[in-house]
């Protein structure tokens, strides 16, 4: 599995875009990137993942440097209920698809 | 969406009894369930790999005689922290992946926060 670092902890204000940064510099050309988060006390929430390209779903966007060595998620418009443990994983099928949790950001949007 | 139910989502047992946590898939088949451990303030640690109808796969420095792990069905697997102690009490967390592309995401359970007293 890629090793990941985010920062431990960020801010953001409410309604304002999180951009959450992750640096992946081994990761394997088969190797996606999934970002997860947890919310205190509950387990994990998928939110998105990607291989090369650029991602989008309803939660947020999923930006992939074009080297693969670092990317960024992207909640376009913060609310209070956001405020999580975001984690960002280098994973792939070959390595039994299993997922290694890192420490992860903690992201604390404030009003 | 794909939905992985837990239970109990909390228990607590006497030091040197068995606990059984239970893992379903609610709406999918899942050949595959990974079984993790979540002590305060530190990150997800992955226990095993559970895959249907053979023996689990045990992350390195994790009992297997300790933590049973049985995955009879497509949509079942159980953990069973045996003689727990209070050690063991931690927040375990299951996850599964459907049968659709290889590359599909882990969907979670909401944990079981195990007290041994």
């Known amino acids: 599995d890629a090793k990941t670092t985010q920062p431990p902890s960020m801010d953001c204000a409410e309604g304002r875009a999180a951009n959450l940064p992750c640096n992946h510099s081994t990761i394997s050309g088969n190797e996606y990137v999934y970002w997860y988060r947890q919310i205190h006390s509950q387990g994990p929430q998928y939110i998105i993942h990607?291989?090369?390209n650029n991602e989008t779903n309803e939660m947020a966007s999923l930006i992939i440097t074009e080297d693969r060595k670092s990317s960024t998620l992207i909640l376009p418009h913060a609310t209070l209920r956001d405020t999580a443990v975001y984690y960002c994983i280098g994973a792939s099928y070959n390595q039994g698809g299993k997922l290694i949790f890192g420490q992860g950001t903690e992201l604390s949007v404030k009003p | 969406g794909a939905v992985v139910s837990q239970h109990p989502s909390w228990v607590i047992c006497k030091s040197g009894t068995s606990v059984k946590i239970e893992c379903r898939s609610l709406?999918?088949?899942?050949?595959?369930m990974f079984w993790y451990r979540q002590f305060p303030k530190q990150s997800l640690m992955l226990m095993a790999t559970?895959?249907?109808?053979?023996?689990?796969?045990?992350e390195q420095g994790v009992e297997k005689d300790k933590f049973l792990i049985n995955h009879a069905s497509l949509t079942l697997s159980t953990l069973t922290v045996t003689s727990a102690h209070p050690e063991d009490s931690s927040f375990y967390i299951c996850s599964a992946r459907g049968t659709g592309s290889y590359n599909s995401p882990l969907h979670f359970g909401n944990g079981t926060r195990l007290t041994v007293t």
């Open positions: 559970s895959n249907e109808g053979s023996k689990a796969t045990y």
């Open positions: 709406d999918f088949q899942a050949t595959t």
């Open positions: 990607g291989l090369k």
